[in-house]
């Protein structure tokens, strides 16, 4: 019964003591253990087979024993002290709860003490400094109302001194009194309800008023709207009026002002009346040197009357210039058939000097009229190009070069009165253009002339192609009449002009450049084939002689120097004119213009030597092929075309020695007409046999020798040829070198023909394998069975057409092309 009982409890303990598995690793965590008997998975029968694995185990059975209950005995001590030590805490928390509850209540009776004793402090403070505040107040009150009877007294006496002064015409005290008598009748504006201090506020105001009235009628005495002016001149009642007029409302001092320059100006209206001869354009300098005068005696007769600040001087020569600019604007209205060119220029530059003597005698600060527009002072450099003002050797060299993009200086300052007077002369400026627009025709037709009259310019082989001399006058033409007109004005005119510029830069295009150009001929003293076999190298001669081929070149230099310089002018004139209008400066159709000359110049060069190579091309496809029975040098057609390239490329190069790039157009298009040419040829030759073949792809490969090394040919310095030209060289030529293998290649097995022509021609087609059948000779219905096959292995189009397929010529890697270069050689040696 014992031992089920103690089954049971067991039972009901590993019950009790089934733990989650987070609570166990939580415990497993926190006391780590190696021990089996802490395992969540505790098996005793595992464990004791784990203590006694073996029957001699067994001897050690009561050791084992005695060391378990052991461990039993410590477990049982460890828990009673555990649970013993637990009795004792939740009476120990109850404690130290009430006892800080108790100090908690010790500390807030502590703080309502401090609290109280505070509020006794602050009532004993404010008892002890009630008196004392009292008497701060009264004391502020007393001072208050002492400064304020002071102000009082003094507005009064100051009042009344100031009415009498007013009487007696004392200006000089009057204005010191009545700036003290303003400041101190600010003091009682809160006060102005009361009746007496209104009073003295109205009698104030009353005093400037009758102030005011009396000192415009002081000036109007003195300087009479009618009749001469006061013998006596300025008085110093007068000056100390402008004094107490600077006190008073503006309106009395723009009164005094007005008055004065309109009396200071009436006998200038007069003088220069319309109807006299002086007031002309042709006599402008008298406008200006009167009121030279009329300041200079401004400055010693009423220099000092007048205050400093308010800049009289400035005033009467801005209102001068306001109406000069009106009268001359209705008298050119009036006269406009008589103005002429030379004399509008000649008052316009009058004007502008006189506007810049303004301009380093006064400072502008009076300018205040809305209408006025302040334009841009021009600046330093009269060059447009070249902020430098260089002389006119070195401008014609700078204009040569090109020399264009110098650094910029900085710009001026603003010149406040340009425009003031000269805005009138630009609704007559087209008569200016319009002479511009004259000029230019007639140097345009001399351009013509003088180059009809020297001829084409002399060869030159040292420093490159010339550029013509009247491309660099016509540009420094150009620069003048910018930089005038910019003095001019900076608005509509500089359009007018930009599309003078416009129609005689293509006029120069059309008859000095496009005009000049070499017209190609029908008829050519071209080689024959007999003349080709006997290689009579003295009957080959180009279609174009040495100084056409000049010509070409110096067209060229010209049309490239017109496009770098029309767009730099494009530049200057939208830096000149006004930011509204640079969006209407636009030379682009004009360099576009000279782009058409200068492809128009390399087309002619390379129609010329296409054409001197043409009968070369067409001996060699007249040539039997089949009858070739050994392979020797290169045929005579190659060595005529090798010789049209060394006459006509060394003289086009040195020609062309400072425009490089366009050297490298040449050659790039000269490759791109001659190497398809030469295709095309090189199909007419058939049939063809293995000798042939061989002979062709020997002259074919020194062909292409000979055109990798064409921009250097004939020259003591070697470079490299650009690699966009050697691209298409290598390109074109393997094809042809490709072609010729194909030949070569025998027809049987016909699958291994056909895919030897697929694997060598990577555009290949039906259409080139048939010319490649023609070639050797094969039969119309050889042909069909082949072209047959070759449908059926030719590998799918791409999403493009076959035709765009075929013109696409992909390039073989440099590994390729050396490969095949040794095999050709391999082969030449072997003929040899």
């Known amino acids: 019964m014992m031992e089920e009982e103690e089954l049971e409890f067991v039972e009901e303990l590993e019950a009790v003591l089934q733990l989650t598995p987070e609570v166990q690793l939580a415990i497993e965590q926190v006391f780590p253990s190696q021990d089996p008997l802490d395992r969540a998975d505790f098996n005793a029968v595992e464990y004791i087979n784990t203590l006694f694995p073996t029957e001699q185990s067994l001897a050690n059975i009561d050791e084992v024993v005695n060391k378990i209950r052991l461990k039993i005995r410590r477990l049982d001590d460890n828990i009673r002290t555990v649970v013993r030590g637990q009795t004792n805490v939740g009476q120990d928390g109850r404690q130290a709860l009430e006892e800080a509850q108790k100090a908690i209540q ?11 004793k505070a509020e006794k402090s602050e009532q004993m403070v404010k008892e002890i400094t009630r008196d004392i505040k009292q008497l701060d ?10 400064t304020t009877l002071n102000h009082l007294h003094m507005l009064a006496g100051g009042v009344d001194s100031l009415e009498a002064m007013t009487r007696r015409r004392q200006y000089g005290e009057v204005a010191n009194l009545l700036q003290g008598v303003m400041n101190v009748l600010e003091h009682f504006h809160k006060y102005m309800g009361i009746p007496q201090i209104r009073q003295l506020s109205e009698r104030v105001k009353a005093a400037q008023t009758e102030l005011g009235q009396q000192i415009l009628a002081d000036f109007e005495e003195a300087f009479p709207s009618q009749g001469s002016k006061r013998p006596g001149g300025p008085s110093n009642v007068l000056r100390d009026a402008c004094l107490v007029a600077n006190i008073l409302d503006p309106r009395i001092k723009q009164e005094i002002m007005k008055k004065f320059i309109k009396q200071h100006l009436s006998e200038y209206l007069v003088l220069f009346q319309e109807n006299q001869d002086v007031a002309w354009l042709d006599k402008i300098d008298r406008r200006y040197a009167w009121i030279k005068r009329q300041l200079v005696d401004y400055e010693e007769k009423y220099g000092r009357m007048f205050p400093r600040e308010w800049y009289m001087a400035e005033r009467i020569a801005v209102e001068f210039c306001h109406v000069t600019r009106t009268e001359l604007a209705k008298i050119m209205r009036t006269r406009a058939k008589e103005i002429e060119v030379k004399l509008l220029l000649f008052a316009i530059q009058r004007t502008t000097n006189f506007e810049g003597f303004l301009a380093k005698r006064f400072s502008g600060c009076t300018l205040t009229d809305g209408s006025l527009k302040k334009l841009e002072s021009p600046p330093t450099s009269t060059n447009p190009f070249l902020e430098d003002e ?10 040569e070069k090109g020399d264009l993009d110098q650094p910029k200086k900085p710009k001026a300052p603003d010149n406040p009165f340009h425009g003031i007077v000269s805005k009138c002369f630009e609704p007559h400026l087209y008569v200016y253009i319009e002479s511009q627009d004259k000029n230019l025709g007639e140097l345009i037709d001399r351009f013509v002339a003088d180059f009809k009259a020297q001829g084409p310019p002399k060869p030159n082989t040292d420093e490159g192609g010339a550029v013509l001399p009247s491309c660099a006058d016509l540009f420094v033409y150009y620069k003048k009449c910018m930089v005038q007109c910019s003095q001019l004005s900076t608005g509509e005119p500089m359009i007018a002009l930009t599309t003078i510029f416009q129609k005689y830069l293509r006029e120069y295009a059309w008859k000095i450049l496009s005009g000049n150009l070499p017209k190609t001929t029908t008829s050519s003293g071209g080689l024959t084939i007999s003349s080709l076999l ?19 070149c110096s067209i060229l230099s010209t049309a490239e120097y017109c496009l770098a310089t029309t767009q730099q002018l494009e530049e200057k004139l939208k830096e000149k004119v006004d930011i509204s209008l640079i969006e209407r400066i636009n030379l682009t159709g004009e360099m576009d213009t000279f782009s058409t000359v200068i492809s128009s110049s390399i087309q002619l060069l390379v129609q010329d030597l296409d054409a001197a190579c043409d009968p070369a091309l067409t001996a060699m496809s007249k040539m039997q092929w089949q009858n070739v029975e050994h392979v020797g040098d290169q045929s005579p057609y190659v060595t005529s075309v090798i010789l049209h390239i060394k006459q006509n490329v060394p003289i086009i190069r040195d020609n062309l020695a400072s425009t490089r790039k366009y050297f490298t157009q040449f050659c790039i298009k000269f490759a791109n007409s001659f190497i398809p040419k030469f295709i095309t040829h090189l199909f007419k030759c058939k049939p063809i046999s293995m000798v042939g073949a061989e002979q062709l792809l020997l002259d074919t490969h020194s062909l292409k020798m000979v055109l990798l090394d064409l921009p250097s040919i004939g020259s003591q310095v070697v470079r490299k040829a650009p690699a966009s030209y050697t691209k298409i060289v290598v390109k074109g030529m393997t094809r042809a070198e490709m072609i010729l293998k194909v030949v070569m290649a025998p027809h049987e097995p016909l699958v291994v023909f056909v895919d030897n022509y697929i694997k060598l021609l990577t555009d290949c087609n039906t259409e080139t394998f048939q010319k490649i059948l023609d070639m050797k000779g094969l039969k119309r219905s050889e042909q069909s069975s082949m072209l047959e096959l070759l449908r059926q292995r030719l590998p799918a189009p791409p999403s493009g057409a076959e035709s765009a397929s075929s013109l696409s010529l992909m390039a073989p890697t440099p590994e390729q092309e050396s490969s095949r270069i040794r095999k050709l050689e391999k082969l030449i040696k072997k003929r040899l």
Do not use: Y
């Not at 010790?106 to 109280?116: A, E, R, S, V, W």
């Open 106 to 116: 010790q500390l807030f009776g502590k703080i309502k003490d401090i609290k109280d």
């Open 137 to 146: 107040h009264a004391k502020r009150h007393l001072t208050t109302s002492i």
């Open 390 to 399: 260089p002389t006119p050797e070195m401008e014609e060299l700078a204009t």
């Open 534 to 552: 006997k290689e009579k190298e003295g009957s080959e001669v180009a279609k174009f002689t040495l100084e056409e081929l000049c010509l070409i």
